[in-house]
């Protein structure tokens, strides 16, 4: 206990387990580590192509309309609705394609009956 946290020290043992965060998944055996760090880094990728994909929208269409001066009119556009529903179309196609892997997995497990490694899951 904490001298610095008296909230905490004035529970008792229960109620300050129940304050305890778990960090992080348990660990699956037989499972590497290096695969969540692999699917991170595509994940973080995948977001970066994502951001591009919109600066290049917003640079065409600002070029499209003639209103084009510089970064900063790409840092400032706006996207009407149009533009919005465009790049949400394409941002959901880019995710299913770049995740169709995990989902084909996943399916193939909850087919099969395979427990998940879900810490959500009871099992």
Not at 33 to 45: A, E, F, K, N, Q
């Amino acid at each position: 206990m904490s001298s610095e946290d008296p909230f905490r020290a004035s529970l008792d043992g229960t109620m300050r387990a129940r304050l305890t965060v778990q960090k992080g998944r348990r660990p699956a055996p037989g499972v590497d580590p290096r695969v969540d760090t692999l699917i991170g880094m595509v994940l973080s990728l995948t977001s970066e192509v994502a951001v591009l994909r919109e600066r290049l929208d917003a640079h065409e269409r600002l070029a499209a309309s003639g209103n084009f001066t510089g970064p900063e009119a790409v840092d400032a556009y706006v996207p009407d609705a149009t533009a919005e529903t465009a790049r949400a179309v394409q941002r959901q196609r880019l995710l299913a394609k770049v995740c169709r892997p995990l989902i084909a997995e996943s399916m193939t497990e909850a087919a099969a009956g395979t427990p998940s490694d879900d810490p959500a899951d009871p099992e």
